[in-house]
């Protein structure tokens, strides 16, 4: 059984919703993330009636459904005020239950220290408040996902921690939870495993499963997919071109018990003169197929 390929709609951020149909009919892909920007088709101010009109759009067009919500929510960010923080995440838990999603992705990112974003092969250095350290900057993100969990329990959509910036491995992204499952016991907050992040700063797929396994499996989490050329390049190449060890990535996830899709979030929005997503996902579907049979479902 092959894994199942979703894709995220950063990969062609000013398209419209006939267009972004196209290219998922076009390529088989039944499952999507959308991605939440001022700049792009859902942004925080579209309403319900926008959001719904799209959400059908995509499901009669395309047969398309809507799997997370990825927001630019900062959940351990020093500079913004915790009811700041929690308005914002609230409103993207919202958006997910028109859309019908079932998460909403947020970003760690405490602030890093001025040498870290020329280093990206690199565990990234913090440059807290006089008063916190890595320890106290993953409880308050904790505490934030907290404050939203009785709307995020009613609706039926829970967050999603990214491996990503300030928590790019699993060994911080787990901090962040750990100090959650204290505050909130018995809740249903998953991950999200990038594979390339945790990766290009050096820890073992194997390892950042250990660590996050447990908040990916049974339909709690997600797993996003993408390839560069080495660990200090994060410009994205065509899936399997690159070294990002998928196949080693998805033997881990198979006997973890993890059975959700692997989708592609491929950053054309940041790296506009990449191939459009049409080719990538062509590329992605490739790969996938290509792995070994102990690497597939």
Not at 90 to 119: I, N, Q, W, Y
Request: proline residues 6%.
């Amino acid at each position: 059984m092959t894994w199942e390929l979703a894709a995220s709609t950063l990969g062609a951020p000013y398209d419209s919703i006939d267009e972004l149909a196209a290219t998922f009919r076009a390529t088989g892909v039944k499952t999507i993330e959308v991605s939440v920007g001022e700049e792009m088709i859902f942004r925080m101010d579209s309403t319900d009636d926008e959001l719904k009109a799209m959400r059908d759009e995509l499901a009669d067009k395309a047969g398309v459904g809507i799997v997370s919500v990825d927001s630019r929510v900062q959940i351990c960010n020093t500079s913004r005020s915790d009811d700041e923080l929690t308005e914002s995440l609230e409103h993207c838990l919202k958006m997910a239950s028109v859309l019908g999603a079932r998460f909403v992705r947020v970003f760690p990112t405490a602030p890093l220290d001025a040498g870290s974003a020329s280093t990206p092969d690199r565990l990234p250095g913090l440059e807290l408040p006089d008063d916190m350290n890595l320890a106290d900057v993953s409880k308050r993100g904790a505490e934030i996902v907290a404050r939203a969990l009785p709307l995020a329990d009613r609706l039926g959509v829970q967050p999603l921690i990214e491996t990503h910036d300030s928590h790019t491995n699993g060994a911080r992204n787990a901090l962040i939870h750990h100090y959650l499952d204290k505050i909130a016991p018995g809740n249903h907050v998953g991950s999200i495993w990038d594979i390339a992040h945790p990766w290009r700063v050096g820890e073992a797929p194997q390892t950042t499963f250990d660590y996050i396994g447990q908040y990916l499996v049974d339909g709690r989490g997600l797993v996003q997919i993408k390839d560069c050329a080495y660990p200090g390049d994060q410009t994205p190449v065509l899936q399997g071109s690159g070294r990002v060890p998928l196949a080693e990535c998805c033997r881990v996830l198979k006997a973890g018990g993890y059975t959700g899709p692997l989708s592609l979030e491929w950053e054309r929005r940041w790296y506009p003169d990449v191939e459009p997503l049409r080719e990538a996902l062509v590329a992605a579907h490739a790969a996938i197929e290509a792995l070994p049979a102990d690497a597939q479902l």
